[in-house]
T-cell receptor, first 114, second 114 residues
Framework: AQSVTQLDSQVPVFEEAPVELRCNYS??????LFWYVQYPNQGLQLLLK??????LVKGINGFEAEFNKSQTSFHLRKPSVHISDTAEYFC????????????FGAGTQVVVTP | KAGVTQTPRYLIKTRGQQVTLSCSPI?????VSWYQQTPGQGLQFLFE???????NKGNFPGRFSGRQFSNSRSEMNVSTLELGDSALYLC?????????????FGEGSRLTVL
């Protein structure tokens, strides 16, 4: 069963425009939520994570995400993107009954153009 | 502080052969996870090791195996290679089992099976 759904496979965006990447999850147990970024020919880098507490999470490079339990969503946003934000972004969850196993969404390719 | 090191970075094998990939975690990290990344299946969890013990395993056939040494370095082995095993294999390390911690990824080993 798919635990993580990223609703957009590709998001084109102009430089300095805002971007939102959508992520929904399904789980009958509590989850921890993550966003990772993968630049071309590189491994993954953690952008931000939600474990508990405030539902608005701020990460690196100006990104933030909001956890919405009722809508089971964890959307990623950035108010103004740069060319260097061109990359693939992955939403991921850890189910609290499956410690140590990150489950990733299919990824969203963000292409920033001038 | 050196990052996660994976070797080799690229390799080409033929069907039926076997391959061993190596991962050296960040110094002090004792948990190592492996993921397979393909265009069709995305990022899939293979297994996780902590203190030389496999703690978690994904849904891969027995041809995929791994181990962790006392210095936390890890290897994964794929026997009787199939065309579908062509993928980027990513290793990630963390201080402890990744339930709440950040995973640090290597740049991956890209395996091509001909």
């Amino acid at each position: 069963a798919q635990s993580v759904t990223q609703l957009d496979s590709q998001v084109p965006v102009f430089e300095e425009a805002p971007v939102e990447l959508r992520c929904n999850y399904s789980s009958s147990v509590s989850v921890y939520l993550f966003w990772y970024v993968q630049y071309p020919n590189q491994g993954l880098q953690l952008l931000l994570k939600y474990l508990s507490g405030s539902t608005l999470v701020k990460g690196i490079n100006g990104f933030e995400a909001e956890f919405n339990k009722s809508q089971t969503s964890f959307h990623l946003r950035k108010p103004s993107v740069h060319i260097s934000d061109t990359a693939e972004y992955f939403c991921a969850v850890i189910l609290t009954d499956s410690w140590g196993k990150l489950q990733f969404g299919a990824g969203t390719q963000v292409v920033v153009t001038p | 502080k050196a990052g996660v090191t994976q070797t080799p970075r690229y390799l080409i094998k033929t069907r039926g052969q076997q391959v061993t990939l190596s991962c050296s975690p960040i110094s002090g990290h004792r948990s190592v996870s492996w993921y397979q990344q393909t265009p069709g299946q995305g990022l899939q969890f293979l297994f996780e090791y902590f203190s030389e013990t496999q703690r978690n395993k994904g849904n891969f056939p027995g041809r995929f195996s791994g181990r962790q040494f006392s210095n936390s370095r890890s290897e994964m082995n794929v026997s009787t290679l199939e065309l579908g095993d062509s993928a980027l294999y990513l290793c990630a390390s963390s201080l402890s089992p990744s339930a709440t911690g950040e995973l640090f990824f290597g740049e991956g080993s890209r395996l091509t099976v001909l």
